[in-house]
């Protein structure tokens, strides 16, 4: 199987502790690496985990509060100082611009690099990054200011040839493209052999959905429907449910039902609230609904 | 003695590391905390210190490069979030407001305090503070961008009453403070009764000078002759001094030999540079010039 894996950085939220890093992940899917969300200290978390700096060209923030972007200037001026050249893409609602560019343009006015802002729609799914193996799209999550989760989804691979029954029935070369893409082989006698005969099926596409900050919102269920990991925020516990619908986020308890709803295959809390001495809590409130549950914390990695 | 400590909450340079946050530190003079530099981090390493964030009031930033104020956004949105009422004072050079306005625009639209920006010229020595007990005063240094340090002086105490000698003498209550100041009691017979007889010295008042980031630089000295505490930036060892030179830094050495011509009480070296396996070697480096002398590390606090 081919490398997916999800890298906590940071699973605090706004108020930054001694025990928590603010909010910030590295998806890693093939040795390609995608940052989820830079709170600050996000660099020396990166460092920490030991992934190369080199593989990163894009970012991804969910919203503009400070604990999901306010490590940025710190990355990019230190990108600059490691002589980095590769383009780094920021994706982000439209106002990123507002906050960085007064950096870019006060801090950063010699950087070896260029870093290109490329604007999301937070309101509806959007496809907003697309590889050979990779689709990312935003889920529209219902927060205090314009926020997006994202999902990203494994493209399907082609299915894998069975040598001995192309050597069996001598299929040319030439054919092992079509053959590739499901279709059956026709004998130069007119027999019709079915493709399943001549084709290991692929390894399924995985999907890893990403929803934070938000509310308890059940829209998201139909998008996220199946997924192999979800990550959802957990800010609160339930016998904080009024401050969580005031601040416009979730309990442990609420994470849950939505795993449970979307029947995702395995559940990660994260985004603790720093008013809980124990971060076990969320997770024994979250398995009570949903058992396949994991808290995230920092230097955690995840196969998805 | 009353309290008058350095707190070291980062003694990194430009790129940080997992062994050094950025610059920041913490000048305790009597309970009232003055923060000076703020780089990616501060606001936790605060934390860590124990010390109080309801009493600070006043943060001094040497520069404008991200290493020394990338963290102000954090801790002013986290004071933010704790309910602060008090206002909140950053001393800097003017373009400060290049870079914090837009944030606080965008971040910080309603912050129950007040932030105020206070800037001050980078070209010659300048009383930025004073209150009852202390004077602080910029250091102009020579770095690649307008750049001060900061001398943190006592105000001189009037001198103990002996308590003793002003019953022996039955001096009335009334005169008390002018023999805190100094004068002299004249008894009813006429008879002089000299200050030095009625009183003991006040402490010498101390002295702190705060002087990074700067290339070797010996019109300084005569600023911070004498200064009972002097950190002194030591980014590069000798042996990178065209490294050092370019880049508008010292040495370690370089900072002993300031350190010695100042004749300071003690030196404290930090905003080291990430290029060394081990921080010995400024210390060692160091020594051969100016014996009494000590390595910054976070969560150092040192009396001045």
Same mark, same amino acid.
């Given at each position: 199987?081919?490398k997916?894996?999800?890298?906590i =950085?940071?699973?605090?939220?706004?108020l930054? %502790?001694?025990?928590?890093?603010?909010?910030?992940?590295?998806?890693?899917?093939r040795?390609? =690496?995608f940052?989820?969300?830079?709170?600050?200290?996000?660099?020396v *978390?990166?460092?920490r985990?030991?992934?190369?700096?080199?593989?990163?060209?894009?970012?991804?923030?969910?919203?503009?509060?400070?604990? @999901?972007?306010?490590? =940025?200037?710190?990355?990019?001026? %230190?990108?600059?100082?490691?002589?980095?050249?590769?383009?780094?893409c920021?994706?982000? @609602? *439209?106002?990123?611009?507002?906050?960085l560019d007064?950096?870019?343009?006060?801090?950063?006015q @010699?950087?070896?690099?260029?870093?290109?802002?490329?604007?999301?729609?937070?309101?509806k799914?959007?496809?907003?990054?697309e590889d050979?193996?990779?689709?990312?799209t935003?889920?529209?999550?219902k927060?205090?200011?314009?926020?997006?989760?994202?999902?990203?989804?494994?493209?399907?691979?082609?299915?894998?040839?069975n040598?001995?029954?192309?050597?069996?029935y $001598?299929?040319?070369?030439?054919?092992?493209?079509?053959? #590739?893409?499901?279709?059956?082989?026709? %004998?130069?006698?007119?027999? &019709? &052999?079915?493709?399943? +005969? !001549?084709?290991?099926? /692929?390894?399924p596409?995985?999907?890893?959905?990403?929803?934070?900050?938000?509310?308890?919102?059940?829209?998201i269920?139909?998008q996220? $429907?199946?997924?192999?990991?979800?990550?959802?925020?957990?800010?609160?516990? $339930?016998?904080?449910?009024?401050?969580?619908?005031e601040?416009?986020h979730?309990? /442990?308890r609420q994470?849950?039902q939505?795993? !449970?709803? /979307?029947?995702? #295959?395995?559940?990660?809390l994260? @985004?603790?609230?720093a +008013?809980y001495?124990?971060?076990? &809590?969320?997770?024994?409130?979250?398995?009570?609904?949903? !058992?396949?549950?994991?808290?995230a914390?920092?230097?955690?990695?995840i196969?998805?």
């Amino acid at each position: 199987m081919e490398k997916f894996d999800v890298h906590i =950085l940071g699973c605090g939220s706004a108020l930054p %502790t001694t025990r928590h890093f603010p909010t910030s992940q590295i998806v890693n899917l093939r040795d390609k =690496l995608f940052m989820i969300d830079c709170g600050e200290g996000t660099q020396v *978390q990166f460092r920490r985990s030991k992934l190369k700096f080199s593989r990163l060209n894009h970012i991804f923030i969910s919203h503009l509060h400070g604990d @999901h972007c306010f490590g =940025l200037p710190g990355l990019i001026s %230190t990108f600059g100082m490691l002589g980095r050249t590769a383009e780094l893409c920021i994706h982000a @609602h *439209q106002d990123m611009s507002k906050y960085l560019d007064p950096i870019l343009d006060y801090f950063c006015q @010699h950087l070896p690099y260029k870093v290109t802002l490329i604007p999301f729609e937070t309101k509806k799914p959007e496809l907003i990054y697309e590889d050979r193996s990779l689709m990312i799209t935003t889920i529209p999550l219902k927060h205090r200011i314009p926020c997006c989760g994202f999902l990203f989804e494994e493209k399907a691979e082609r299915n894998h040839i069975n040598r001995e029954m192309i050597d069996f029935y $001598q299929i040319p070369i030439y054919q092992m493209n079509r053959i #590739k893409n499901g279709e059956n082989f026709i %004998t130069p006698d007119g027999d &019709i &052999i079915p493709n399943s +005969r !001549l084709t290991f099926p /692929a390894n399924p596409p995985r999907k890893y959905a990403y929803c934070s900050d938000t509310i308890y919102n059940q829209k998201i269920i139909e998008q996220i $429907q199946g997924v192999d990991l979800l990550f959802h925020e957990a800010t609160f516990t $339930q016998s904080d449910l009024p401050r969580a619908k005031e601040t416009y986020h979730t309990t /442990a308890r609420q994470a849950a039902q939505i795993a !449970l709803a /979307a029947n995702v #295959k395995k559940l990660l809390l994260g @985004h603790f609230s720093a +008013r809980y001495e124990d971060d076990l &809590i969320f997770l024994q409130e979250a398995k009570e609904i949903f !058992l396949k549950c994991q808290l995230a914390s920092e230097g955690l990695y995840i196969n998805v």
